[in-house]
């Protein structure tokens, strides 16, 4: 592990405790803050990789920090240690149940705190990666399956509460069994990963982009109109047909896009799939190569 790459948040308003601290933590990344308040403003700014928590601070104490943090989306996985000179049962159980991973008592040990902030360090990238494997296709690094649901459910509740247009596409890659059975997986493997590059070229920031399984990828467009959504599909068909691949063989490669629209009487995005699904069928029982909403 890069010490240097951990970024660690020190929440203390003694400058003794500080000073110690970042003594010894001085091989990692460390900011530190004297209150909980400007705890909380550093951790907006920037999301640190562990937070070292004192108990008692004026003001808002370290268990209410906690407990904002890990009621908070963007902030509950960061690993929060806990810094106080109450050893007694009632304090320590009461900052697990804020949220806390771990408690730290004073006066500290070097080579304890080390061995604590070293291991959570760990831990948390490995609960990081773990995570991007349940949801991170591996060939492409693009959403898989599991995140779909998660994410365009998400976009899906918000454009019907907030009354905001939401475009839903099926893509498939043309003939793609042809592709692998004629020349082989690993030039399959090639079409998938330079379709999803196109892809994400011609994509913003806050459109989902996902694969299904297989050749079958999705792709969620909102705040914007019917004309703006199918023209940025056309771009990127249109970019599909015009790839070139590093290998001796030429492959030319199409792709079918069924286009559907959020409406007032959905309830879940699943209604927009099947419709997208439908109209994919149509293109691909016609001339493919094609979006067809």
């Given at each position: ?72 989306l963007k902030t509950k996985d960061i690993p929060i240690l806990f810094l106080s000179a109450n050893t007694d049962a009632d304090s320590i ?40 494997l349940a949801r991170e296709d591996p060939l492409t690094g693009i959403a898989n399956r599991r995140r779909f649901f998660e994410d365009a ?123 997208a699904d439908e109209n994919l069928y149509k293109a691909k029982s016609s001339t493919r190569n094609q979006v067809r909403g």
């Amino acid at each position: 592990m890069d010490k240097s790459a951990s970024n660690i948040l020190i929440v203390d308003d003694n400058p003794v405790n500080i000073d110690f601290m970042l003594e010894l933590l001085h091989e990692y990344d460390v900011s530190v803050a004297l209150d909980g308040e400007n705890a909380l403003e550093y951790i907006e700014k920037e999301k640190p990789d562990l937070i070292l928590l004192d108990v008692s601070m004026p003001g808002m104490d370290g268990y209410e920090v906690c407990s904002i943090l890990k009621g908070d989306l963007k902030t509950k996985d960061i690993p929060i240690l806990f810094l106080s000179a109450n050893t007694d049962a009632d304090s320590i159980v009461k900052g697990f149940d804020a949220g806390g991973v771990d408690y730290i008592v004073k006066p500290y040990r070097p080579k304890e705190v080390l061995a604590r902030v070293e291991t959570h360090l760990k831990l948390n990238n490995a609960m990081i990666e773990l995570e991007k494997l349940a949801r991170e296709d591996p060939l492409t690094g693009i959403a898989n399956r599991r995140r779909f649901f998660e994410d365009a459910q998400t976009l899906f509740s918000d454009a019907k509460s907030k009354l905001f247009p939401l475009y839903l596409f099926v893509v498939d890659i043309d003939r793609f069994k042809e592709i692998n059975d004629t020349f082989g997986h690993d030039i399959g493997d090639e079409v998938i990963k330079s379709f999803a590059q196109v892809v994400n070229e011609n994509l913003g920031d806050d459109d989902c982009f996902a694969r299904l399984g297989g050749d079958e990828f999705t792709i969620v467009l909102t705040h914007t109109t019917y004309e703006e959504a199918f023209k940025k599909a056309e771009i990127i068909r249109q970019s599909v047909e015009k790839m070139q691949f590093d290998s001796d063989v030429e492959v030319h490669v199409t792709i079918s896009m069924g286009m559907a629209a959020a409406e007032e009487y959905d309830e879940k995005i699943d209604s927009v799939i099947k419709r997208a699904d439908e109209n994919l069928y149509k293109a691909k029982s016609s001339t493919r190569n094609q979006v067809r909403g």
